[in-house]
């Protein structure tokens, strides 16, 4: 991967930094594309962010880069509720023209955002126990060369008779 660098990096003025903060507000709070579009180094920002809490500098860029990011994120949150509630329109084709739109309405956005807003929806990971809460016993792998061929046969139409049951939808009668 080729850097390409400057010549000349902009200065870091309060001028600059104030522009800086704008269009990381209109990039929805990302800081790399901001960056590239403001033509200066993500290190050069970082560096003003991690001085010391007396610096001049730092006390001016902070809060405005705070808030940038803040309202960005906001923005996008915003976006995604719209998209999740009244959807985008998409054109729809037939045979290589346009015929129409479709609304296309973001179902896993929505979730998502239900989830930061309560708890209970939140959690994508669940925790999976053994016989009472203990721990998952494994099954052990199983060396198919050590069955007889008669063996095999019958384990091969056992798993057919599952599919075929799997594939019915009458519950099966017990005997």
Request: hydrophobic fraction near 30%; proline fraction near 5%.
């Amino acid at each position: 991967m080729t850097v390409v660098r400057r010549k000349n990096p902009p200065k870091l003025t309060e001028r600059f930094l104030k522009r800086f903060c704008e269009v990381l507000y209109e990039n929805g709070g990302n800081i790399s594309k901001t960056c590239k579009e403001c033509g200066v180094s993500r290190r050069a920002i970082q560096y003003i962010l991690d001085s010391p809490p007396d610096d001049t500098r730092r006390q001016f860029f902070e809060p405005l880069f705070n808030e940038a990011r803040a309202l960005g994120t906001e923005a996008l949150i915003d976006e995604a509720i719209r998209r999740a509630k009244e959807g985008v329109e998409e054109p729809v084709f037939y045979q290589g023209t346009v015929s129409g739109t479709i609304t296309r309405y973001s179902d896993s956005l929505l979730k998502f955002l239900i989830g930061g807003q309560d708890k209970r929806y939140s959690s994508m990971r669940h925790e999976v126990t053994g016989f009472d809460g203990g721990p998952l016993e494994l099954i052990k792998k199983i060396d198919l060369v050590d069955f007889t061929d008669e063996e095999l046969s019958l384990i091969v139409s056992a798993g057919l008779k599952l599919r075929k049951d799997d594939n019915t939808d009458e519950p099966e009668s017990p005997e």
